[in-house]
């Protein structure tokens, strides 16, 4: 019988990155792709031909580059409510990022929907993302902001989940879908059953689970639903807010100009249908067309297969690090994560083992990865972070796993120990 081929094996030289040399004899081991992963040749390809060949502004030309562009543009859309099982593609959103999809929500929906006196429940494990808007929205309207907490183990049970609805009864419950710091895989499709009797809204930032697994976003049954295209092999400069399309025609536009209205008169304005009526000015037009080649291209490896891969990776790792001396992983066990693994080599500052794996070609994040409150949580100012996609193979997880333990007997046998703040140059995603 023959053997299958790691999936790894079968799409590394889709890449060309992968084939870089970070020094002589060095190649690039990229384990930091919970931070952004890499692109494959046909979404560079689709963004430089968008540029070659068709691009023009999109909606507004009747020539035919502007037809051409549109045409890309709103396939894309449509790819994306594929992607997503959407009901409509009215329901996605083109917009910058997660980022700018969350503050699209605390401004629109939550300028319009919360008063003074009520909740926003959010989660401790939550990316600043999906904080500092809450918090910019309880400064404008005076609502107020309750946090779930997490056990050691990296988990938050149903029942602590169930009590903190009841009890408080929020506008909106956000959580992240999977952890950007723990790698938990939080159950979406229960916690959202629990919060709609209650009469909260839900939003889930989807930003770490869209690429590694698949997504429904109708058996969800979320209100909203995040994420961002850097992250699932797509362009920076894009992503996407989905939201149920009853919801989204009831929210007032945030942002205002041109695309995003119907009439303009001296007197005042009518915005546009969805969903142009939150993609005010210019959208990201090569941007989009790139995500729809970058989701084509990803569903063709399998989103299924993808999620099988990096858990072999992943408990390989685990494996590894839990036999080096000093070395403590955060949150809850393989079978519980995505491709994410956070930790802390005792007397060894993360930047340091961040600098030091870099020596032998290996990429991860070192800091508190926008996740402040969760590191406060544990007790620690920053950690280390390696994060796995289906291009990495178990043989760069055993060079990532000998590192750390060189890191570990290197610093073990000077005594050094270096004293670093972590500064905001260290904190992205």
Not at 114 to 141: C, F, K, S, Y
Not at 235 to 259: C, D, N, S
Request: proline share 5%.
């Amino acid at each position: 019988m023959t053997k299958t081929r790691p999936i790894s094996d079968q799409v590394r030289e889709d890449f060309p990155i992968l084939r870089r040399l970070i020094s002589p004899g060095v190649p690039l081991i990229y384990l930091d792709n919970a931070a952004s992963t890499q692109r494959p040749q046909v979404v560079i390809d689709a963004i430089s031909n968008c540029y070659r060949e068709y691009y023009s502004n999109v909606h507004r030309g009747i020539h035919t580059l502007s037809e051409a562009s549109t045409q890309a543009f709103e396939h894309a859309r449509h790819v994306v409510a594929e992607f997503l099982n959407a009901g409509s593609p009215r329901e996605v959103i083109f917009c910058a990022g997660t980022t700018a999809a969350i503050n699209t929500v605390a401004r629109s929906w939550g300028d319009a929907n919360v008063t003074r006196g009520d909740t926003i429940l959010l989660t401790i494990a939550e990316h600043h993302a999906n904080i500092v808007p809450w918090q910019q929205l309880a400064e404008r309207v005076g609502c107020r902001i309750e946090f779930l907490v997490i056990d050691e183990a990296g988990m938050i049970s149903d029942d602590r989940v169930a009590e903190a609805l009841q009890r408080l009864r929020p506008k909106l419950f956000g959580f992240v879908a999977t952890s950007n710091v723990l790698g938990t895989v939080f159950p979406v499709e229960r916690w959202v059953r629990l919060a709609h009797p209650w009469g909260a809204k839900v939003l889930v930032d989807a930003a770490q689970a869209v690429p590694h697994g698949p997504i429904d976003v109708r058996q969800w049954d979320a209100d909203f639903v995040v994420f961002s295209g850097h992250k699932v092999c797509g362009p920076t400069g894009i992503g996407v807010l989905y939201g149920k399309q009853e919801i989204l025609q009831a929210m007032p536009p945030f942002l205002g100009g041109g695309a995003m209205i119907h009439r303009v008169t001296t007197e005042g304005f009518e915005p546009a249908e969805l969903p142009e009526k939150f993609e005010a000015g210019t959208p990201p037009i090569t941007e989009a067309i790139g995500l729809a080649a970058a989701l084509t291209y990803v569903r063709g490896v399998g989103l299924g297969a993808i999620q099988d891969h990096e858990r072999r990776l992943v408990e390989r790792a685990m494996s590894g690090l839990s036999q080096i001396h000093g070395v403590r992983m955060l949150g809850p066990p393989a079978s519980e994560r995505a491709g994410i693994i956070s930790f802390v080599v005792e007397g060894v500052h993360a930047h340091d083992v961040s600098q030091y794996l870099d020596t032998r070609g290996i990429a991860i994040r070192a800091g508190h990865h926008c996740a402040m409150p969760l590191h406060k949580h544990f007790g620690i100012s920053a950690s280390s972070r390696a994060s796995f996609y289906f291009y990495n193979t178990l043989a760069e997880v055993d060079q990532f796993v000998s590192a750390v333990s060189d890191v570990r007997d290197r610093f073990a046998r000077t005594g050094r120990k270096r004293s670093r703040s972590v500064d905001s140059r260290q904190s992205d995603n």
